[in-house]
């Protein structure tokens, strides 16, 4: 067998190719193909959690495959959506369950939810109001023709360069948020499609009109490529968040070891303070193990546990792919040394187990790891 090392270097040398080995998996390909099918047909939240088959899927999409059962408690999230800061799924400390319901919003597109995308159904909503405003009728010949042409060919657009060198797609994208074409700057809305709304200090994020941020929100190719006109999170994304479950799962039935560093590389860019790593068992684990701590450290008082963590990592250095690859590097061999492979423990369950409270103090610990490396 393998050691914890060389498993996580194989399958992350490659990732692509370690994802195509689970989608042909039988079991994986035939309920995608089924989800895929499927989601778009549904057109309610009722419609959602009564196909057992679907829900199942999406929710194993989103690491919650635990809670599937809980039917209710979901409904109750999906209802109240996430545009309210206070909504219930908001409020849960869990983001998972935020993240899930920003993907199947019903709450805020209702019966489009598996079918939304900004560029069509926002973009169209957009340019009925701004005709309004210009003093058309959204019912006229002309705004209709011009929207029938937009949602007719905009899905065929792969590029900024696609979009801008089509006048009358152009025009319309531009129109939807109250901006000319004719007057408008090209290159500057150029620079503004290419820099996104990911980067606070993109072009679009510095400008004082906001407008801007919104059209390079819809217009989304920074984030989205090729997939910006037709993308929508209830449908490709959650296969491929269903696709990467699956393969830290596999990859854990093997060697827990590898299954954590799966899921630290994923969830790495998304951290932005040692709280979030504290807040999920799995996260912290892996830094406790990077660290020589015990799982009995957990039980410290987590404003010192972040202390620590900030005194010896630097949290911005999981934004960088070639520390982040260091820092698992380390993590995998560390826990080849705590865990060796031909005992191994292979049960998922310590993904989100409770901190054990055996070993060294956690005092001392601390005092111990004042002492830098």
Not at 53 to 78: I, N, P, Q, T, W
């Amino acid at each position: 067998m393998l050691n914890t090392f060389t498993s996580y270097q194989l399958i992350t040398k490659d990732i692509s190719k370690s994802i195509d080995r689970i989608e042909q998996q039988p079991v994986v390909d035939r309920d995608t193909k089924y989800y895929l099918a499927n989601i778009t047909k549904v057109k309610s939240i009722d419609d959602f959690v009564k196909n057992d088959r679907l829900f199942k899927y999406a929710m194993k999409a989103y690491g919650l495959e635990d809670m599937d059962y809980a039917k209710a408690f979901m409904v109750k999230a999906l209802k109240e959506g996430v545009s309210d800061p206070d909504s219930f799924a908001n409020k849960l400390t869990d983001k998972r369950y935020a993240e899930f319901v920003s993907a199947f919003n019903f709450a805020a597109n209702g019966a489009d939810a598996t079918i939304y995308n900004k560029t069509q159904q926002l973009v169209t909503k957009n340019y009925a109001i701004q005709a309004q405003i210009a003093g058309l009728d959204p019912n006229s010949a002309y705004v209709k023709g011009e929207t029938t042409y937009y949602l007719a060919n905009i899905t065929k657009v792969k590029s900024i360069d696609d979009l801008m060198s089509n006048s009358r797609l152009y025009t319309y994208a531009l129109a939807s948020f109250g901006l000319d074409s004719a007057t408008e700057d090209k290159d500057l809305i150029k620079r503004v499609l290419q820099g996104g709304v990911r980067d606070p200090h993109s072009v679009a994020n510095k400008m004082t009109d906001k407008t801007y941020a919104a059209l390079a929100s819809a217009f989304n190719f920074e984030a989205y490529g090729e997939n910006t006109t037709t993308i929508n999170p209830a449908q490709q994304p959650t296969v491929d968040k269903y696709m990467r479950q699956t393969l830290e799962e596999d990859a854990g039935q093997a060697n827990q070891g590898v299954r954590l560093a799966l899921y630290f590389d994923r969830k790495a860019p998304t951290i932005t303070s040692w709280y979030d790593v504290l807040a999920d068992t799995a996260l912290a684990s892996v830094v406790r193990t990077v660290l020589g701590l015990p799982d009995s450290f957990a039980t410290a008082d987590v404003d010192k546990q972040a202390q620590l963590f900030e005194q010896k990592l630097d949290i911005s250095d999981f934004s960088d792919p070639e520390k982040l690859g260091k820092f698992l590097t380390r993590f995998t061999s560390m826990y080849e040394i705590n865990h060796p492979t031909s005992s191994a423990v292979t049960s998922v369950s310590v993904l989100f187990a409770q901190p054990l409270t055996v070993g060294i103090s956690t005092d001392l610990m601390m005092a111990m790891q004042k002492l830098r490396f």
